[in-house]
């Protein structure tokens, strides 16, 4: 096996220029943001080790046969199976833009690529432009009032994506997206992919027709565990069977476990933040 990947990894052809352009434009975009947010210190090895990130993901955007090969080798083609499709910033007087959109790839199920494909990038793009017209109206409404441009802090729309899981039967991840201006706004997109059969997954194919029953004692369960400072948060009537439908988000974790998520306000004030269960396979 390590003389496989040694052969693999010497056959790889580096796009030199690319590459180099890949990381100028990297530190550029950097740059511009820390514009806006705290100075912060980094140690040379953690350095390292993110310019050895960066140089990865660069690799599996521009060269083809850098992401096949990663695709071949048995043990890192699972991380492979979804890659930024796009990455953008956007910087002017109204908004600072930081979004990166996923593709899939090599699941073995074309027409499921093609639909999930077309869906992430329809509603990304959709999402984006209406956070970019509301920092243009705040603009413009500051400006009306009387207010210096030079003193106008641009709204920060924030969007990018995070593989929860990935193995040969399922695919999990979330598109998380937030706009931070007067205040903060956030909404997330769960994705939990059948790969054999191309079907979203829900609750009631996780746990089967008694799925309501099942999740609803799991989370009333934990709540009764959390933590003292937690606990006072949670609303006295916080969960109702309703609450445990079709539609509620969550994520497969590496083990397989369901990890059902309640977003913030949700059956908690504000302060508790999003809260999720883990719903494992042998408590069921």
Known sequence: MKKKLQNLYEQIPVPKEELSAMIDDTIAFQQKRQRHRPVRVISTGVAIFA???????????????????????????????????????????TKIVNVRIPNIENTGNTELEKRINQEIRSKMNESVKESEQRAQENYDAYIATGGDPK??????????????????????????????????????????????????????????PDYQDLVYNQVKEQVEQLDSETKQYIFPQYLTKDLINQNRPFYLDKNGNVVVVFEKYEIAAGAAGALKFVIKKESL
């Open 51 to 93: 310019a050895a990130c960066v140089s990865f993901v660069v690799m599996l955007n521009i060269s083809p046969a850098f992401a096949k090969t990663m695709y071949e080798i048995p043990v890192l083609g699972d991380i492979c199976r979804v890659f930024t499709f796009r990455e953008y910033y956007v910087e002017d007087d």
């Open 151 to 208: 003193e106008y802090l641009p709204m920060d729309i924030h969007m990018d994506y995070e593989i929860k899981s990935s193995n040969e039967r399922t695919l999990s991840f979330v598109i998380d997206k937030y706009e931070a201006h007067a205040s903060v706004y956030r909404e997330r997109y769960f994705y939990n992919l059948d790969l054999q059969t191309g079907k979203t997954l829900t609750l009631q194919d996780m746990f089967g």
